[in-house]
């Protein structure tokens, strides 16, 4: 996915919250829109750039847009990599980490 941040930030804002999703509730099944608006539910810190990736997703945001969205991918996908790690070894009390990857 880090080959593509950049290339399709909504792709991969979207597909990290639906694995956020899958390894925080354990339900594999679920799609870009509904995981989406559960971890802005869930993360309201994030309302941004996952409402961006929404828009861009649906060939609805301006090229502004594109870009602020595209500014906050790293961060997003730092958080993102630190919930699902967190999700995987609850031992390890890491949830919301941002890591450098």
Same mark, same amino acid.
């Given at each position: ?17 639906? =694995?956020?999703?899958?390894? *925080? ?7 870009? #829109?509904?995981?989406?608006?559960? @971890?802005? +539910? ?17 060939? =609805?945001?301006?090229?502004? *847009? ?7 991918? #790293?961060?997003?996908?730092?958080? @993102?990599? +630190? ?19």
């Amino acid at each position: 996915m880090t080959a593509h941040l950049n290339q399709y930030p909504d792709y991969c804002v979207l597909n990290l919250c639906r =694995l956020v999703y899958s390894f *925080e509730t354990r339900d594999v099944v679920t799609s870009k #829109a509904a995981a989406a608006a559960w @971890a802005r +539910g869930k993360f309201p810190e994030w309302e941004r750039p996952i409402a961006l990736a929404l828009k861009s997703y649906q060939k =609805l945001a301006t090229p502004e *847009e594109h870009e602020i969205l595209k500014a906050d991918l #790293a961060t997003f996908y730092r958080f @993102a990599c +630190g919930r699902i790690a967190a999700a995987r070894d609850p031992a390890s009390g890491r949830a919301g980490e941002e890591r450098a990857d």
